[in-house]
């Protein structure tokens, strides 16, 4: 049964980098099926995707955060990975990892994010 | 850039009642929709994919429809473990969630 775990410290000052990292048991990292992906909830309000890396290490990233996120992928520890520089309080929220699924058929093509990650809170402050 | 919108906000239910939520995108997204359900303190659990198919788990009192730009999620009979917020999520050039429906005691 595939797991993801993340990890990383609880608390972030302003205007420093934000360093997250997500760790893939029970299956692969380099499956071709797969992408896989950050979202994160800040409290009480909705879901944000933040972006998502492929095994080659392809990315793509939510244009509102994209000048300030790097996604990478480490396949030999099984891990990716989420910076995000020049945090502010707006940053402050729960940060899930999740394998984004690919599914195509009939030329229609089909993504869906399972399963997650437990998520960690990160609160920025000083 | 699509929106999506999901509603009520707040959907008040009795156990053993029927739940409707709804979805709406923007703009069309074929049937490329995915519905989870998430508890306080917890990560959300994917429960529909592909507008309609249940996922793996996934009681049958639970049932997803539409394609295009209009999707609804049913729960057929409220259970007291389906008092949640609810969540779509489409995937046209990258993912992108609704605003979620509560789903509370009556």
């Known amino acids: 049964q595939l797991q993801l775990q993340e990890s990383g410290p609880g608390l972030v000052k302003p205007s420093e980098t934000l360093s997250l990292t997500c760790t893939v048991s029970?299956?692969?990292?380099?499956?071709?099926?797969?992408?896989w992906g950050w979202i994160r909830q800040p409290p009480g309000k909705g879901l944000e995707w933040i972006g998502s890396?492929?095994?080659?290490?392809?990315?793509y990233y939510n244009p509102s955060l994209k000048s300030r996120v790097t996604i990478s992928v480490d396949t030999s520890k099984n891990q990716f990975s989420l910076k995000l520089r020049s945090v502010t309080a707006a940053d402050t929220a729960v940060y899930y990892c999740?394998?984004?699924?690919?599914?195509?058929?009939?030329?229609?093509?089909?993504?869906?994010?399972?399963?997650w990650g437990q998520g960690t809170l990160v609160t920025v402050s000083s | 850039e699509i929106v999506m919108t999901q509603s009520p906000a707040t959907l008040s239910v009795s156990p053993g009642e029927r739940a409707t939520l709804s979805c709406r995108a923007s703009?069309?997204?074929?049937?490329?929709l995915a519905w989870y359900q998430q508890k306080p303190g917890q990560a959300p659990r994917l429960l529909i994919y592909?507008?309609?198919t249940r996922a793996t788990g996934i009681p049958a009192r639970f049932s997803g429809s539409g394609s295009g730009t209009e999707f609804t999620l049913t729960i057929s009979s409220l259970q007291s473990e389906d008092f949640a917020v609810y969540y779509c999520?489409?995937?046209?050039?990258?993912?992108?969630f609704g605003g979620g429906t509560k789903v509370e005691i009556k």
């Open positions: 999740a394998r984004l699924m690919l599914y195509c058929t009939n030329g229609v093509c089909y993504n869906w994010f399972d399963p």
């Open positions: 029970g299956g692969s990292i380099s499956s071709s099926s797969y992408y």
């Open positions: 890396i492929y095994y080659s290490g392809s990315t």
């Open positions: 703009q069309s997204v074929s049937s490329n």
């Open positions: 592909g507008a309609s």
């Open positions: 999520q489409q995937y046209n050039n990258w993912p992108l």
